[in-house]
């Protein structure tokens, strides 16, 4: 394990220690857990983007995409728990 030095205004360390209070555990417990859940959070965000534009990549390659008002027609009975005909991929080129 390394050490890293962090310097905190005084007002963010107070925060930390207090919360760490209410927690039970550690100030340096929880600003570990603190910055693990930002980098993970971090990580999640980028893959979700990389994923977005791979998917708008491919439908662009398509030139086929799914009606706004399919999908939430299919959603909507679908949380109602009815039974619902997937919404087929439409060409929007022509």
Not at 9 to 20: G, H, M, S, T
Not at 62 to 85: N, T
Request: charged share 30%; net charge positive.
């Amino acid at each position: 394990m390394s050490t890293t030095s962090l310097k905190l205004p005084d007002e963010i360390k107070q925060l930390a220690v207090a919360a760490a209070k209410l927690r039970g555990v550690s100030t340096h417990a929880f600003m570990v857990e603190a910055i693990q859940s930002a980098a993970s959070a971090e990580k999640q965000r980028a893959e979700f983007v990389a994923d977005a534009l791979e998917a708008r990549a491919k439908a662009l390659r398509s030139g086929k995409g799914f009606a706004a008002a399919d999908v939430h027609k299919y959603i909507a009975k679908r949380g109602r728990g009815l039974k619902a005909a997937k919404p087929r991929a439409k060409s929007w080129l022509k």
